[in-house]
């Protein structure tokens, strides 16, 4: 009876049971879907960041003047904030398109179940609907930097590695944030993401530095994956390096493994085992 | 025994066949106190509803003034170290931007109470049209939607305020008048009101969702938000940005707040144009609102 044994498929383990390598098929489906929603609505993504660069730049900037960063040079309050923003831009649009998005394919558009009827696997899916929130995320983050370079708050030309940095971010919140939506059941749920995103951005030394607050409050900020972001950008687009860019660099790594992770799990448990 | 109460409507059908005068003093009867109170019908109606995302509401009501005081007054009152400059009057940051975030609170929560749930009740849910085959009126439908979102309004302005009074206890003792900051709270829910009432009849005017909200967030909202002289005087902005403020209602509910707070010097005139501007756009929400509800629910 080896024989037989040996034909039937692994069950239960392994790759292959959870990848077919076409997680493109997902984001293909995601940007036909694109075309009949209502492109306004994605296009006004965009100007979030740039309201808020505009008030705040100008109004608090003339205010404020110039401040300091983490990594001791002094810039103008537009150019200590932009980066912030462009990192918060990232996150805001990853997480609505890994928790809205998946939530309403997931409860309402019974989409995955469709998917894995065929012969994409829970990683592809889950791959394939994080990489297609990137794509929205680096259309709003370029834009963004095209504003900055305007400006003039795009200080050193490491500045254009804010867009992997962005993509890096974007990736990071869009993995766990689609691993989290698995978990959603119902509308009101879904504004505890509200609840955890709010403060995160007035918190990460976005608007202002992180050292106005005591040790344990900055602590706290600091295992918070935002201010990560923050920190990674600001150091890219005012053009000061250091070897410690590595560590918010690898906070995102890890953060990207373990959504991939959980979230195949959680497309497996829900919908194959 | 119900049904031989002769108190009770429907008892004369129980005894013999009733003439049509007899059945249309019934039906009078019954419909006598849906059409005199209506409006409270919906109103509990539109509470009741809410209890489905209680928890985000109270959650959002304690947390919101907390976070935005620690994280905004609070964060950016250490980074702007002197006072501001108030119209020639000095004031501690804090005690500048507390009045307008809590308006501010007000018109977020007009943001949702006038959009999703008028969308539910035309289009997804159509309770409304249940309301329309009773009693009640389409004029009464739409001050109930207004009623239920006042009350929500005013139970976060209530929370708003409690803690504005605490900050300002524990940061910046004797900044504010209490005789006359608790005003703040009818100040806010007027400035909800003067947001969300013509956004109420804009909502029922929308037929297909195409995101339209959430373009009202972002590009009404938002901008309105910003640009109003919530963090930072009106006329730090240039003049190409200040005409944002004059026709926000966040602006002039703002005003008014910082009036009641802290005695901001304004000239009366001012006054009486800030509360005048609110209560017109209020009214024309409302008789707008009116319009539309009779036009979509007589459809």
Same mark, same amino acid.
Do not use: C
């Given at each position: 009876?080896?024989?037989?044994?040996?034909?039937?498929?692994?069950?239960?383990?392994?790759?292959?049971?959870?990848?077919?390598?076409?997680?493109?098929?997902?984001?293909?489906?995601?940007?036909?879907?694109?075309?009949?929603?209502?492109?306004?609505?994605?296009?006004?993504?965009?100007?979030?960041?740039?309201?808020?660069?505009?008030?705040?730049?100008?109004?608090?900037?003339? /205010?404020?003047?110039?401040?300091?960063?983490?990594?001791?040079?002094?810039?103008?309050?537009?150019?200590?904030?932009?980066?912030?923003?462009?990192?918060?831009?990232?996150?805001?649009?990853?997480?609505?398109?890994?928790?809205?998005?998946?939530?309403?394919?997931?409860?309402?558009?019974?989409?995955?179940?469709? /998917?894995?009827?065929?012969?994409?696997?829970?990683?592809?899916?889950?791959?394939?609907?994080?990489?297609?929130?990137?794509?929205?995320?680096?259309?709003?983050?370029?834009?963004? /930097?095209?504003?900055?370079?305007?400006?003039?708050?795009?200080?050193?030309?490491?500045?254009?590695?804010?867009?992997?940095?962005?993509?890096?971010?974007?990736?990071?919140?869009?993995?766990?944030?689609?691993?989290?939506?698995?978990?959603?059941?119902?509308?009101?749920? /879904?504004?505890?993401?509200?609840?955890?995103?709010?403060?995160?951005?007035?918190?990460?030394?976005?608007?202002?530095?992180?050292?106005?607050?005591?040790?344990?409050?900055?602590?706290?900020?600091?295992?918070?994956?935002?201010?990560?972001?923050?920190?990674?950008? @600001?150091?890219?687009?005012?053009?000061?390096?250091?070897?410690?860019?590595?560590?918010?660099?690898?906070?995102?790594?890890?953060?990207?493994?373990?959504?991939?992770?959980?979230?195949?799990?959680?497309? @497996?448990?829900?919908?194959?085992? | 025994?119900?049904?031989?109460?002769?108190?009770?409507?429907?008892?004369?059908?129980?005894?013999?066949?009733?003439?049509?005068?007899?059945?249309?003093?019934?039906?009078?009867?019954?419909?006598?106190?849906?059409?005199?109170?209506?409006?409270?019908?919906?109103?509990?109606?539109?509470?009741?509803?809410?209890?489905?995302?209680?928890?985000?509401?109270?959650?959002?009501?304690?947390?919101?003034?907390?976070?935005?005081? &620690?994280?905004?007054?609070?964060?950016?009152?250490?980074?702007?170290?002197?006072?501001?400059?108030?119209?020639?009057?000095?004031?501690?940051?804090?005690?500048?931007?507390?009045?307008?975030?809590?308006?501010?609170?007000?018109?977020?929560?007009?943001?949702?109470?006038?959009?999703?749930?008028?969308?539910?009740?035309?289009?997804?849910?159509?309770?409304?049209?249940?309301?329309?085959?009773?009693?009640?009126?389409?004029?009464?439908?739409?001050?109930?939607?207004?009623?239920?979102?006042?009350?929500?309004?005013?139970?976060?302005?209530?929370?708003?305020?409690?803690?504005?009074?605490? =900050?300002? &206890?524990?940061?910046?003792?004797?900044?504010?008048?209490?005789?006359?900051?608790?005003?703040?709270?009818?100040?806010?829910?007027?400035?909800?009101?003067?947001?969300?009432?013509?956004?109420?009849?804009?909502?029922?005017?929308?037929?297909?969702?195409?995101?339209?909200?959430?373009?009202?967030?972002?590009?009404?909202?938002?901008?309105?938000?910003?640009?109003?002289?919530? =963090?930072?005087?009106?006329?730090?902005?240039?003049?190409? &940005?200040?005409?944002?403020?004059?026709?926000?209602?966040?602006?002039?509910?703002?005003?008014?707040?910082?009036?009641?707070?802290?005695?901001?010097?304004?000239?009366?005139?001012?006054?009486?144009?800030?509360?005048?501007?609110?209560?017109?756009?209020?009214?024309?929400? &409302?008789?707008?609102?009116?319009?539309? =509800?009779?036009?979509?629910?007589?459809?």
């Amino acid at each position: 009876m080896s024989a037989v044994q040996v034909q039937a498929p692994p069950r239960g383990g392994g790759v292959r049971a959870l990848w077919a390598g076409n997680p493109q098929a997902v984001i293909q489906r995601g940007l036909i879907a694109a075309r009949s929603s209502s492109w306004v609505v994605v296009l006004s993504g965009f100007f979030e960041p740039v309201f808020y660069l505009a008030s705040m730049g100008i109004g608090l900037g003339s /205010m404020i003047g110039d401040v300091e960063t983490s990594q001791g040079i002094s810039v103008s309050y537009a150019a200590f904030i932009a980066p912030a923003l462009l990192a918060v831009a990232a996150m805001n649009g990853a997480i609505y398109d890994s928790t809205w998005n998946v939530f309403f394919k997931l409860n309402y558009g019974k989409l995955y179940e469709g /998917m894995l009827a065929t012969s994409l696997g829970p990683l592809d899916v889950a791959l394939g609907e994080i990489l297609y929130a990137l794509l929205r995320g680096l259309l709003y983050a370029t834009g963004f /930097m095209v504003i900055m370079q305007v400006l003039g708050l795009n200080l050193a030309w490491t500045a254009v590695l804010a867009l992997p940095a962005v993509l890096l971010i974007a990736f990071g919140f869009a993995s766990v944030g689609m691993a989290v939506t698995s978990y959603m059941k119902t509308f009101q749920h /879904m504004d505890w993401i509200n609840i955890v995103l709010l403060p995160m951005f007035l918190f990460s030394a976005t608007l202002y530095p992180i050292a106005i607050y005591p040790e344990w409050v900055q602590s706290v900020i600091m295992a918070f994956p935002l201010w990560h972001g923050v920190e990674l950008v @600001r150091g890219l687009t005012t053009g000061i390096l250091s070897i410690d860019l590595l560590w918010h660099v690898a906070y995102y790594l890890v953060m990207i493994a373990f959504g991939l992770v959980f979230t195949t799990r959680r497309l @497996r448990a829900l919908f194959l085992d | 025994m119900s049904a031989n109460d002769p108190a009770a409507p429907g008892a004369a059908a129980a005894t013999a066949t009733p003439t049509l005068d007899e059945l249309r003093a019934e039906a009078m009867e019954w419909g006598r106190r849906p059409r005199a109170r209506g409006t409270w019908y919906v109103t509990e109606h539109m509470v009741r509803a809410m209890r489905a995302y209680g928890w985000t509401i109270i959650v959002g009501a304690f947390g919101q003034p907390v976070l935005y005081l &620690l994280g905004l007054a609070v964060g950016l009152a250490a980074l702007i170290q002197q006072p501001v400059d108030d119209g020639g009057q000095s004031v501690p940051y804090l005690v500048f931007v507390a009045p307008a975030l809590l308006m501010t609170s007000a018109i977020s929560v007009a943001t949702e109470e006038f959009t999703y749930p008028v969308m539910a009740g035309f289009k997804w849910r159509r309770y409304f049209f249940g309301f329309s085959a009773s009693a009640l009126s389409s004029r009464q439908i739409a001050n109930g939607v207004m009623v239920g979102a006042m009350a929500r309004m005013a139970v976060t302005v209530v929370l708003y305020f409690a803690f504005i009074m605490l =900050f300002f &206890l524990w940061l910046q003792p004797g900044a504010t008048t209490p005789a006359t900051a608790w005003l703040m709270i009818v100040i806010g829910v007027l400035g909800g009101l003067a947001f969300g009432v013509p956004l109420m009849a804009y909502a029922a005017s929308i037929e297909d969702d195409k995101g339209q909200f959430a373009l009202v967030q972002r590009f009404v909202f938002m901008p309105m938000f910003l640009f109003s002289g919530t =963090f930072y005087p009106l006329a730090v902005l240039p003049l190409w &940005l200040q005409w944002i403020g004059w026709i926000s209602p966040l602006w002039h509910a703002a005003e008014l707040g910082r009036v009641v707070a802290y005695g901001k010097e304004v000239d009366p005139a001012m006054i009486a144009v800030h509360i005048v501007y609110l209560l017109v756009l209020t009214a024309v929400g &409302l008789v707008l609102s009116w319009r539309l =509800f009779g036009k979509r629910l007589a459809k």
